[in-house]
């Protein structure tokens, strides 16, 4: 064979490995959440607890019209941001918690526990734009001008939102104060992908137009490079 047709083959058959077993790990994550549903009400009580106290309270106040597209996207990032915190973390500390952390490592090499783990924050931080987004919308009467621009800032900062809280729950499996160690972790790493996903939901609102979306395209370069050095460093931290 070939060198460079052999080099190409083997790194196909070492991709495909690591996905084989991220997927693995995601199944097996999915399937325990059906069973306990404990990241996932964590997540969404959090969000429609915080979603009508919001409404209530904002209903109350008379807001000028071109105020709104701002409020409205803090307020709907804020949402997101902090409902993700208070359930994310899980993904790592249950397999503390459970004893099957050892295990885990013995079968399926770090990044494919990372990218099982990103999948199943992923899947979760999608069950919660599915029913937060459309029903803030409804209720906070939020109208969106370019509602494509939105959607995809919603994608990419969904992306860049999971990447670097499952880097981060990776971190802080094996500590004491976890919760606390969580939020105050991934703030400062998740504040620039915050104001970037404001803007562009901003922008989407009141339908200023701009070439090639530039938020999202921030958002997307975030979660790549997030993603990226994930894979890089978390063989360092899930071996120690």
Request: aromatic content about 12%; charged content about 15%; overall charge positive.
């Amino acid at each position: 064979m070939h060198p460079t047709k052999s080099g190409r083959w083997i790194t196909q058959t070492v991709s495909s490995t690591y996905l084989t077993e991220a997927v693995a790990i995601w199944l097996r994550d999915l399937r325990s959440e059906f069973r306990t549903r404990y990241a996932v009400n964590s997540i969404l009580m959090f969000a429609l607890t915080t979603l009508v106290a919001v409404s209530f309270s904002i209903g109350s106040f008379r807001i000028e019209e071109s105020e709104r597209p701002f409020l409205y996207a803090v307020l709907l990032w804020i949402i997101l941001v902090f409902s993700a915190l208070s359930g994310l973390s899980r993904s790592f500390v249950k397999e503390q918690e459970a004893g099957t952390m050892d295990i885990l490592k013995l079968s399926a090499r770090p990044q494919a526990v990372f990218l099982g783990k990103l999948f199943f924050n992923l899947t979760m931080l999608g069950v919660l734009e599915l029913i937060i987004v459309p029903a803030f919308i409804l209720l906070m009467e939020y109208k969106i001008k370019f509602p494509g621009c939105f959607a995809a800032m919603m994608v990419t900062g969904g992306l860049g939102l999971g990447a670097g809280t499952t880097l981060v729950a990776a971190m802080i499996a094996q500590a004491n104060a976890r919760g606390a160690l969580f939020s105050a972790l991934s703030f400062p790493l998740l504040l620039p992908l915050i104001i970037t996903a404001i803007k562009g939901s901003e922008r989407a609102a009141y339908g200023i137009s701009a070439a090639g979306w530039p938020e999202v395209k921030i958002a997307a370069a975030y979660a790549v490079i997030m993603i990226t050095v994930s894979l890089l460093l978390f063989p360092l931290i899930w071996e120690e």
